[in-house]
T-cell receptor, first 116, second 110 residues
Framework: DSGVTQTPKHLITATGQRVTLRCSPRSGDLSVYWYQQSLDQGLQFLIQYYNGEERAKGNILERFSAQQFPDLHSELNLSSLELGDSALYFC???????????????FGPGTRLTVL | GQSLEQPSEVTAVEGAIVQINCTYQTSGFYGLSWYQQHDGGAPTFLSYNALDGLEETGRFSSFLSRSDSYGYLLLQELQMKDSASYFCAGPYNQGGKLIFGQGTELSVKP
């Protein structure tokens, strides 16, 4: 158990819908990261927040957005869902804002999103 | 560019030693991490190399050569539970962004 929690564990929805994925980082961690893992794309970095502010951005679609709240939990919002958005979505957290040794990223159990 | 390449799959027998290689593009790169992921589970951190050389943690070791843009993960005394996907990942000069390789699926046979 990494200490990172994600809800829900599974989500099944229809195309065109909007969903919200939630992540609570490990106690004391200020950074939250979102990753998407699909069979054909591997683990793709989406976005990072550090202490409430956006720090780094990957190839995140415009239909996707995220935020980190004052209590440091984060939400990833996915809208106008398409079949291709079906994937595992992981949240990770770290103490600092860089990806070096002192800032090991710890991953949550993931949310499996199925778009029908 | 920012990409890492590793073999898609490796097979080895219980008790043996296996090496999983990773090559990367150097633009903005400053270290190499390794993660293990069992089927459908969360990636878990194994090791990080910031400097050239070998880092050892129990049965696992990781090596980095920045001059060759190359690293590897060495797993010794393989056990059945080591069957998993192994990812190399590079932090690049953009916050905490990690770029992952496509993963190497390790199958350990009895």
């Amino acid at each position: 158990d990494s200490g990172v929690t994600q809800t829900p564990k599974h989500l099944i929805t229809a195309t065109g819908q909007r969903v919200t994925l939630r992540c609570s980082p490990r106690s004391g961690d200020l950074s939250v990261y979102w990753y998407q893992q699909s069979l054909d794309q591997g683990l793709q970095f989406l976005i990072q927040y550090y202490n409430g502010e956006e720090r780094a951005k990957g190839n995140i679609l415009e239909r996707f957005s995220a935020q980190q709240f004052p209590d440091l939990h984060s939400e990833l919002n996915l809208s106008s869902l398409e079949l291709g958005d079906s994937a595992l979505y992981f949240c990770a957290s770290s103490v600092g804002e860089l990806a070096g040794y002192a800032d090991t990223q710890y991953f949550g159990p993931g949310t499996r999103l199925t778009v029908l | 560019g920012q990409s890492l390449e590793q073999p898609s799959e490796v097979t080895a027998v219980e008790g043996a030693i296996v090496q999983i290689n990773c090559t990367y593009q150097t633009s903005g790169f400053y270290g190499l991490s390794w993660y293990q992921q069992h089927d459908g589970g969360a990636p878990t951190f194994l090791s990080y190399n910031a400097l050239d050389g070998l880092e050892e943690t129990g049965r696992f070791s990781s090596f980095l050569s920045r001059s060759d843009s190359y690293g590897y993960l060495l797993l010794q005394e393989l056990q059945m539970k080591d069957s998993a996907s192994y990812f190399c990942a590079g932090p690049y000069n953009q916050g905490g962004k990690l770029i992952f390789g496509q993963g190497t699926e390790l199958s350990v046979k009895p």
